[in-house]
């Protein structure tokens, strides 16, 4: 049989309504509060007119990834190694591997990505993919403006992630 | 010889004490303490160590230097050490020069993630590296073969596929080249290394430099996943083990069962998957419209197959062959028999011995297994050719005869692979298998050997031999001989000639006994399912019924209306192409399961079923030893294929048989109820190495009693040339339809070829290359000619292949041959 | 056309650590070198018998590849595929088993040399305490424009008693001094027998007995 007198927890209570303490309880915390709201009445809003005006990221900032290619060449840094794959928590990466020919050269190895997809609905933005990547070929852009009307529109394909981001979101300055 | 008896020893392995079998290897006595020691070159299916790679260095306590654990047996008392300080900076070292010349290229390497050098340098390795120089560079990927890639800059020199080439496959074709730091792995004079069994050293290779042609950077190993099943292309099934991406099969690596396949696998099993996934494959149900096959919809399709043989009911043969599980040939027995009231249905191509005789050659007692092969004191390979048969069998015959001083006696009627392993080698006339068989009996019981061996055109001195071999090499003597031996009109004699060997050299014993190779990948699963003539599950008793051959002649004389093929083209694999031909034209309906429509089908077939692939097929079949095996689902159905069993099943409810089958596994469970020496076994047994079903107690429910001798028949005389030649055929290993639809194998397809000895050639004007035409009583087929110096002369051999079955028929033949 | 068909170039090192044979892929058309048929395979009557003799004194015959080898390369000039093809049917190996033979020991030539000449310099103990290596950079400076002359030093030939000594097309010369050298090679050029006076094979047996009988 269950006893409920064993484990009593002692409330300790604030002061009790009427006298100086009810008077403290009424206007006291009250004031304080308007104390704060006051200060800043004169420093103006600081809403962000969010999609008019948009935040900058830091430098860092993990946002939509970016495949690269070589300035000079051309080529795709990705060989389709699938290590980003293998690193990636969220199961969000896929790559098809298929081997280079000589007419038919897409990167710099023996194998490229014939396929690369990013699920950006299932992606963490934890960056694994980038810090797995043998050939710095994947890395985290500042894009995060991701949203879409369909699911599957959200499977960045390659060309996707290879084609030039509209860069839409702000760097933060240096010392900002 | 006789398999060893395995004594233990106790040693201490890093301070505690470990049991482990005397004269194993200190890597494979450690494993017994868990206690790992890397290794590169060690793989003890290669036979003794080599101590190449240095890896495996330890420490062993009265020994001053290092000793490699891989070639250092273990022995009672032993004290080692593998963890010491001197041990870690040996393998410290040698990881670090294996990984001087190793290009850095793990991200595109087709190994990288299921590679030893990665884990042994995570594992063992230093991290870093003193070597500062530039790394040697190669042109890369090259081609060894068509089917084999070689990157020689990550080759670590471990020997393994030289030591397999020349030690297993004994093809001698890979070598290593040159010496010292200038060694490489080559082959002579730029030649491809093409071999039955050459795909296994990709599978050897520690490293990414033997890779697959056909899996080159198809996935990662955390892309895939690895799916256990049985491969069913020919009698050997091995265990396997599916690789499946994106539910296609990717590749096929062996599943290692040292009592089936001892894990190595020939290039048809590991290549051939890729028919799983041709564009060639019927995926959807077919009714002939208008001369041409359609695809319509299962319905239909059920509807018009049932209509036609219930139409013909009592008038049905059928088939069965190749890949067909037990299940389905049980299913198929039952919809002949009991809803269509038929009991011609046959799983060989010819006629066999009768119901008395096949079981007694059955019988459990009589039974060898796969690894007796190998530890038998003599094993004679009668009337087959393994290479071709069941490939596998032929890596076991060897590693007997080189590891184990088995002795091997051949006696074919063409020459053998295996002849430069034989102590003898008989040869007799293409089928004359009976006989040779009645020489070699009265050779044993000391009667006249000349005149039987007349009869088969072998000489009586080789067959005295080879008895006086059988019968002084010791008491385990295994029988490894071809189906075909006991096909045709002569059968049956034939099958009392064997079984009158048999007990002249007494192999109702353990480690002795006969395996048969059959002709089709599940013969003999088929046979025990009851898909014979006059032979139910079992081999119950059943009502006689017609043959394959009679099936045939029936159906062209109009006595029977439609043909039942399960998942076979008589026309292509059976003999008398011609007649089959007729057969199938003349005949009202024939329903075939097909993955590839052969050129009967196209031709003939009325419906036509989608049959699924090996990869997707769920049910059992039985080895040519009497082991049950499980089939697996790797991947799903692609397409409108639907379950075999299931199609049977559907095709029988609308001819007015109703069985219940729910589900794949209450097919196998009627299977087992159905026939009484699988009585008792379930799936659950079968899961992972399956389960031989003479060694268990249901086994007697097949026992025959002993054969006693019997006096044979004068065997007829095999006919004598003449200016004609004898006609002797085989099928090559690569005459099949997988390999013709499988892109990486197509290269190997069996063309049509006869062999012809030097002296036939020169008296006929031929040479090698030359276009021929081979030909008896009218028919003949077109072929190029290889002179071999080991035919026999007065006998071709004819590849069956491309329509070489127009010529072979169940008797001896005789053959012209002109150039065309 | 995949990369396995393409001729690429590598970039290679300075240093050049190219090892010959290791960038060659195979030709994918051609049949695999299993054991040449002899019904197929034409073999001189004399280097059949020749090859049979050594084979027929080793229980094992693949012991006789090395004899059979250098009686082929007698013949052939070198070890060319033709060659090997020739032992390999008569010895029932393959052809890669005699390759990789072929390939280890130094003295069995993998290319076609027509028309050479080999200088052996013996450069071992007995012949390097007596001067050869004065006598080997002597034949490397006179043979240096030779093309046809190929000198290289070589250990222990087996006749210390001349020492130093060289073996000129398998002809032993010497006691030898760094002036032979020019001898030597105008010798080999013009044809001649080579320092007839000093072959080891004219000299006088040392045994008086023996020299009397």
């Known amino acids: ?176 | ?820 | 056309m995949s990369a396995f068909e393409a001729e690429q170039s590598v970039p290679r090192f300075a240093h050049g650590s190219r090892v010959p044979g290791w960038d060659d892929a195979v030709d994918v058309n051609k049949d695999p070198a299993s054991i040449p048929d002899p019904a197929t395979t034409a073999v001189p009557d004399d280097l059949r018998a020749e090859i049979e003799e050594h084979m027929s004194r080793y229980p094992d015959r693949r012991s006789a590849a090395i004899p059979a080898l250098r009686a082929a390369q007698r013949r052939h000039g070198w070890c060319s595929p033709q060659a090997i093809d020739q032992v390999a049917s008569v010895m029932r190996v393959t052809p890669g088993y005699l390759a990789s033979i072929a390939t280890f020991y130094d003295m069995t030539e993998n290319e076609p040399r027509p028309d050479h000449h080999d200088v052996f310099v013996c450069t071992n103990i007995s012949c390097s305490l007596l001067g050869a290596p004065d006598v080997f950079a002597a034949f490397q400076e006179v043979a240096s424009d030779e093309d046809r002359i190929h000198v290289r030093s070589f250990e222990c030939l087996g006749a210390c008693d001349i020492a130093p000594m060289a073996s000129v097309d398998g002809v032993y010369v010497g006691p030898l001094e760094p002036r032979d050298a020019q001898t030597v090679v105008d010798d080999i050029k013009a044809g001649r027998p080579v320092l007839e006076d000093r072959q080891l094979a004219r000299r006088p047996v040392a045994d008086e007995e023996a020299r009397g009988a």
Not at chain 2, 504 to 520: C, F, H, M, Q, V
Not at chain 2, 708 to 734: D, K, M, Q
Request: with cysteine.
């Open chain 1, 1 to 176: 049989m269950r006893r409920y007198d064993e484990d009593v927890v002692e409330v300790v209570r604030g002061p009790q309504p009427g006298g100086a303490g009810g008077v403290y309880r009424a206007f006291g915390e009250t004031l304080r509060g308007l104390k704060t709201t006051f200060a800043r009445i004169l420093e103006g809003p600081v809403t962000v007119q969010y999609p008019e005006e948009k935040v900058p990221v830091y430098p860092r900032f993990r946002g939509r990834h970016k495949l690269h290619r070589f300035e000079d060449t051309g080529l795709e840094k990705c060989v389709g190694c699938s290590l980003c794959a293998a690193a990636c928590p969220a199961d969000c990466i896929r790559v098809v591997a298929a081997e280079n020919t000589p007419e038919h050269r897409i990167s710099a190895g023996e194998r490229y990505a014939a396929v690369y997809e990013i699920n950006m609905s299932r992606c963490i933005f934890c960056g694994y993919c980038e810090v797995a990547c043998p050939f710095d070929a994947i890395t985290m852009g500042h894009d995060y403006e991701l949203s879409d009307y369909n699911r599957s529109d959200l499977v960045f394909t390659k060309e996707m992630l290879l084609a030039e981001p509209l860069e839409r979101t702000p760097l933060r300055a240096e010392g900002e």
């Open chain 2, 1 to 820: 010889m006789p398999r060893p008896e395995v004594r233990m020893v106790t040693l201490t392995i890093d301070g505690r004490e470990v049991e482990a079998p005397e004269n194993s290897m200190l890597v494979d006595g450690a494993k017994h303490g868990d206690v790992e020691i890397p290794v590169f070159c060690y793989e003890p299916k290669l036979g003794p160590p080599v101590g190449a790679c240095r890896m495996c260095l330890v420490e062993v306590e009265g020994i001053p230097k290092l000793q490699t654990a891989c070639s250092t047996p273990v022995k009672d008392g032993m004290v080692v050490h593998t963890q010491t300080e001197r041990v870690r900076k040996a393998q410290e070292a040698v990881v670090e020069f294996l990984l001087i010349n190793h290009p850095l290229d793990c991200p595109v390497c087709d190994k990288g993630g299921e590679c030893p050098l990665q884990d042994i340098s995570y594992g063992w390795g230093g991290g870093t590296s003193r070597f500062i120089e530039p790394k040697r560079h190669f042109r890369k990927p090259l081609a060894l073969s068509p089917l084999v890639a070689i990157d020689r800059e990550r080759c670590i020199l471990c020997y393994r596929c030289v030591r397999y080439s020349q030690e297993i496959a004994e093809d001698y074709q890979l070598v290593l080249l040159e010496r010292g730091a200038h060694s490489y792995v080559g082959t002579f004079d730029s030649t491809p290394y093409v071999a039955p069994f050459a795909g296994n050293i990709i599978e050897l290779c520690p490293v990414g430099a033997l890779t697959s042609r056909a899996y080159r950077f198809r996935a990662r190993p955390w892309d895939i996943e690895a799916a256990g099943s049985i491969c069913t292309l020919c009698p050997a099934q091995c265990n396997i083990s599916f690789t499946v991406r994106d539910d296609r099969v990717l590749r096929v690596m062996a599943r290692d069962n040292p009592d089936v396949d001892d894990g190595w696998l020939c290039d048809k099993g590991r290549f051939a998957y890729q028919a799983v996934h041709a564009d060639e494959r019927v995926v959807e149900p077919m009714v002939r419209e208008g001369g041409t096959l359609r695809p319509v919809s299962w319905e239909r399709a059920l509807d018009e197959a049932a209509a036609a043989l219930s139409r013909a009911r009592g008038r049905v043969g059928a088939l069965a062959g190749d890949g067909a599980t037990n299940e389905e040939g049980y299913l198929l027995g039952r919809l002949l028999r009991e809803a269509l009231d038929c009991n011609d249905l046959d799983s060989r191509v010819a006629r066999g011995p009768s119901r008395e005789t096949a079981r007694a050659l059955s019988a459990p007692a009589l039974g060898a297994t796969v690894p007796d092969v190998e530890f038998a004191h003599a094993v004679l390979v009668l009337d087959c050719e393994p290479m071709d048969d069941m490939p596998i069998l032929d890596l076991r015959i060897r590693k007997g005869v080189r590891r184990h001083g088995m002795r091997l006696v051949v006696a074919t009627s063409r020459p053998s692979s295996l002849d430069p392993n034989a102590a003898v080698s008989v040869r007799f006339a293409p089928g004359a298998g009976e006989a040779f068989l009645a020489a070699l009996d009265a050779a044993l019981a000391g009667g006249d050997v000349d005149s039987a061996a007349g009869a088969a055109g072998a000489d009586p001195a080789a067959v005295r031999e080879l008895a006086r071999l059988l019968r002084e090499a010791g008491d385990d003597v295994v029988v490894v001989w071809g189906e075909r031996l006991t096909g045709g009109p002569r059968g049956e004699q034939a099958a009392r000639a064997l079984l009158n060997v048999c007990a002249r050299l007494n192999l109702r014993r353990d480690g002795a006994g006969l395996l048969e190779i059959p002709s089709s990948a599940n013969g003999r699963g088929l046979r025990e399912a009851g898909v014979l003539p006059g032979a139910g599950p079992g081999w119950s008793e059943a009502a006689d019924g017609r043959d394959a051959a009679g099936i045939a002649r029936a159906l062209a004389g109009g006595e029977l209306g439609a043909l039942y093929l399960l998942r076979t083209d008589p026309v292509r694999t059976h003999p008398d192409r011609t007649v089959w031909s007729a057969a199938l034209a003349r005949a009202n309906a024939v329903i075939a399961h097909a993955s590839v429509l052969t050129e009967g089908l196209l031709e003939h077939a009325t419906v036509v079923f989608p049959a699924e692939s090996y990869a997707e097929k769920e049910g059992t079949v039985t080895h040519p030893d009497g082991r049950v095996q499980r089939l697996r689902p790797a991947i799903g159905r692609p397409g409108g294929v639907r379950a075999e069993w299931q199609v049977l099943a559907d095709v029988a409810r609308r001819a007015g048989l109703e069985i219940a089958l729910p589900t794949g596994a209450a097919a196998t469970k009627l299977l087992f109820e159905a026939v009484p020496f699988y009585a008792g076994l379930s799936l659950v047994d079968l899961a992972a190495d399956g389960v031989r079903w003479p060694e268990r107690d249901a086994a007697s429910a097949l026992d025959a009693p002993a054969w006693e001798p019997v006096e044979l028949e004068r065997p007829p005389a095999a006919p004598s040339p003449n200016g004609a030649l004898r006609l002797g055929t085989f099928r090559p290993i690569w005459a099949a339809p997988e390999v013709e639809v499988s892109p990486a194998l197509r290269f190997l397809s069996a063309r049509a070829r006869v062999e012809l000895s030097p002296g036939d050639a020169r008296r006929l004007g031929l040479a090698s290359g030359a276009r021929v035409h081979v030909s008896h009583d009218g028919t003949g087929v077109a072929a190029e000619v290889v002179v071999r110096s080991d035919v026999p002369a007065g006998s071709a051999f004819l590849h069956e292949a491309q329509g070489a079955n127009a010529l072979s028929s169940g008797e001896p033949r005789l053959v012209e041959v002109r150039p065309a």
